[in-house]
């Protein structure tokens, strides 16, 4: 991959990774607090959580054990406060008799309280024991482990993240970065201060994590987006295919649509995970900048990236869309206004060649053809934002939150293929070549 | 895709409670018990080093039983003193089953026995308690996913070529503990139907996801499921769906058949121990054979390591006709 700096900076070679493969297994507090940390810390990482055990886990001493052995990871995190030291001790216990033969032997990841640290340390014996004082402290050693000790790898994650912050500095807002590969699914939030909120889920994406998006999403929820019928055992074979297909662009229309709809879910669950996990989920959907990388960037179609976006994220303000492939520039492709209300809303759109007015009714979706620095602004919602449309323009999306697909094929595809078509996602006929 | 015949080694994952296993450098066959143990309850823990008055590394030495072993209730299990002893028993018959770095002593009842078995002919490489692992010379062929259970059995073709699909009338009582070859697909009526007439694993080019859904639950992926647990064993060998075999992955299964055979479904390998040259030997056209004498007919003639048994009374059926279970058929009744 090839980094610019700048326009006027030399060009830079990096060697970009999605980097090894990291099994971890969360140790926690009895606290929410606690497993929100452990889970934020897993999400930030890029690891692949394998096993989660509370300290008042219900799970017999023995049960605990085999989970942890049958887990078989690499690095072990507990975290908990002063008043879960017993239960945790006795969680390193399990996992002594558990994990005390596997080789290489995990390694304890521990953020918890310095007058706790001493007596886990003891507990853990004979695993390797790091204590951390701060959670980017062990996202930065998980993340060391991922790239096997060599450190001129850049990870994926880490380049997801820069791209965030580099939008958000550039706009001087909020901005988010979408990323959906073969294998992972990352949504990076950058604040306008520097800080960042990251989810990096793995396996969950488009090649080698298709089928866990099945697993997770159920096999209707992805078939639900494709605008034509489809058996589910025939759409069920193509996504158990797909780890072993070639890799790269998808070659024809169906294949395109299959991949949409994966990427779709695969953003949704990767949203879910982080409200699991306590992050933002509201200041990523109302993010006003927003930049889509990886499989989903890569789509033949502007319009299909960016209603991948918009049905896997939900977007709940104004926000200008970018979209990056993994071999080209970054180019914005559109302006998301999105519209919840009941009854008729009136919209107005203002540019310096003069103000427009449209009448935006509940469950309308498509494009205003609009390339320029545009105000918007919406009576009833109250939605206002400033932004630079792109190529498609501005997309109305009074679809409603949270969208709700009819359940009967016979309403649900002329819908979905009707919003293939407003973003010219498909031919015009709603069908597929 | 191909076979090749080679030094290969497995791994065999042991659950908790481990009470016997193969040493290294110990000769097994596929099949044979290489570790035994009991499934262990809810764990109780009594105070061990603290209510002897010791230090938790000095409660080593005083312990009268070996952690691993089977105690009955009121065994003692540490002691210390003569005129003033302080002892520490067993509360509830079971497994003294690990000591805790406080010096506690964990007892877990035990409510069942497992054994694992072997799935390579060949020498113990590692052992310890949570894994024996084997090095051994065996054909193999690897697989795209596994699920289930470890299986071994004589492989045995129950398909009339690479293109053909396993039907459900093929498979009987008469095919227990055979590992069976079931050409482009085997659908989910065929791995129940198999697996409740006792055939050890089915290998096909290709399993359909829904049927692998219906048999091992939604929660399947194209990974593979390896487990312990007694359910089919299902190697899939190309793809998902169904999936047409090359011929050069099909005509060595026809030179092989008869021979022992292992699915190891950690790796997705299947393992066939015979010294046969699949590579250089002509193999008879499937098709012909099949028409002739049926599946055991693909062994070549005069292969000295088809070890398969031939006093076994539940030899299967050497022509297709017997292969194929009639509603008359009594056998089909054992079912």
């Known amino acids: 991959m090839t980094v610019s700096t700048g326009t006027e900076a030399p060009v830079e070679e990096t060697r970009v990774a999605l980097g090894r493969s990291l099994r971890v297994a969360l140790l926690h507090g009895r606290e929410e607090a606690s497993r929100r940390v452990v889970a934020q810390l897993a999400l930030a990482s890029g690891a692949e959580i394998v096993a989660r055990v509370r300290a008042t886990d219900r799970r017999s001493f023995v049960e605990a054990a085999q989970a942890l052995r049958d887990a078989r990871p690499d690095v072990v995190v507990i975290q908990g406060g002063a008043k879960d030291e017993a239960a945790l001790a006795e969680l390193l216990e399990a996992l002594r008799l558990g994990c005390g033969t596997q080789r290489p032997m995990p390694r304890v990841f521990a953020l918890v309280d310095t007058s706790v640290a001493p007596a886990l340390q003891v507990r853990a014996d004979p695993f390797e024991f790091e204590h951390f004082a701060t959670a980017p402290e062990i996202v930065e050693a998980l993340r060391g482990l991922r790239r096997g000790g060599n450190e001129d790898v850049v990870l994926r994650d880490a380049l997801i993240e ?14 988010l970065a979408v990323d959906v590969t073969e294998r992972s699914t990352s949504l990076v939030l950058a604040r306008r201060d520097g800080r960042v909120e990251a989810a990096h889920l793995v396996p969950l994406g488009l ?162 053809a609009i390339g320029a620095d545009v105000d918007i602004a919406i009576n009833g919602p109250g939605v206002r934002g400033h932004g630079r449309s792109g190529e498609l323009g501005v997309l109305i999306d009074a679809r409603g939150r949270p969208l709700s697909l009819p359940e009967r094929d016979g309403e649900r595809i002329p819908a979905v293929a009707r919003w293939h078509t407003a973003l010219h996602a498909i031919a015009a006929d709603g069908s597929s070549t | 895709m191909t076979w090749r015949r080679e030094r290969w080694s497995a791994d065999h994952s042991l659950p908790i409670g481990v009470t016997q296993r193969a040493q290294v450098g110990e000769l097994v ?236 479904t950690a790796s997705a390998r299947l393992f066939v121990f015979s010294t046969a040259d699949v590579g250089r030997h002509p193999t008879p056209s499937p098709d012909v054979a099949v028409r002739g004498e049926g599946p055991a007919a693909y062994a070549p003639a005069g292969r000295a390591d088809t070890e398969t048994d031939e006093s076994d009374s539940d030899e299967p059926a050497q022509t297709e006709e017997e292969l194929t279970p009639s509603a008359s058929d009594p056998s089909s009744t054992e079912r």
């Open chain 2, 29 to 264: 066959r596929a099949g044979d018990i290489i570790a035994a143990g009991a499934t262990l309850a809810g764990a109780m823990r009594v105070s061990g080093a603290r209510r002897l008055g010791l230090s938790p590394s000095d409660l080593d030495r005083e312990l009268r039983v070996r952690v691993g072993s089977d105690v009955a209730a009121g065994t003692v299990l540490a002691r210390v003193g003569r005129r003033f002893a302080r002892s520490v028993t067993a509360p509830i018959a079971g497994r003294l089953l690990h000591v805790t770095v406080d010096g506690d002593l964990y007892i877990a009842p035990i409510v069942d026995r497992w054994t694992v078995r072997a799935t390579l002919d060949g020498v113990v490489s590692r052992s310890d308690d949570a894994m024996v692992e084997i090095e051994g010379e065996a054909w193999c062929l690897q697989g795209a996913a596994a699920y289930g259970p470890n299986a071994f059995g004589e492989l045995t073709l129950g398909v009339d070529g690479p293109t053909a699909d396993l039907a459900p009338t093929r498979i009987d009582v008469r095919l227990r503990g055979r590992i069976i070859v079931g050409g482009a697909r085997v659908s989910a009526e065929v791995i129940t139907r198999a697996h409740a007439c006792g055939v050890a694993g089915l290998v096909a080019g290709g399993v359909p996801p829904a049927g692998l859904r219906v048999v091992y639950g939604d929660a399947v992926t194209a990974s593979g499921s390896p487990s312990r647990d007694d359910r089919p064993t299902v190697l899939c060998l190309m793809g998902f769906g169904s999936a047409a075999l090359p011929p050069a992955v099909y005509e060595p299964f026809a030179a092989l058949a008869g021979a022992r055979a292992a699915i190891h």
């Open chain 1, 162 to 175: 820069d791209a965030a912050r580099a939008l958000a500095t550039t706009n001087g807002t909020a901005a």
């Open chain 1, 207 to 368: 090649g080698m994590g298709a089928d866990h998006v099945v697993v997770r999403a159920s096999l209707d929820h992805v078939r639900r987006w494709l605008p034509w019928p489809i058996d589910s055992t025939a759409l069920l074979e193509r996504v158990f295919n797909r780890p072993r297909g070639a890799e790269g662009l998808p070659a024809d229309e169906p294949a395109v649509l299959l991949e949409m709809a994966l990427a779709r879910e695969a953003i949704a669950h990767a949203l879910r995970d982080v409200a699991d996990a306590g992050l933002d989920v509201a200041a990523m959907r109302s993010a006003p900048a927003i930049l889509i990388t990886g499989r989903v960037a890569s789509l033949p179609k502007s319009g299909q990236s960016l209603l991948v976006l918009v049905d896997g994220l939900e977007p709940s303000a104004v926000s200008t869309v970018f979209r990056e492939p993994d071999e080209g520039r970054a180019e914005r492709i559109g302006m998301v206004v999105s519209v919840v209300t009941r009854r008729s809303a009136k919209i107005r759109i203002t540019r310096a060649s003069g103000r427009s007015m449209a009448q935006v009714t509940p469950g309308s979706f498509g494009l205003v």
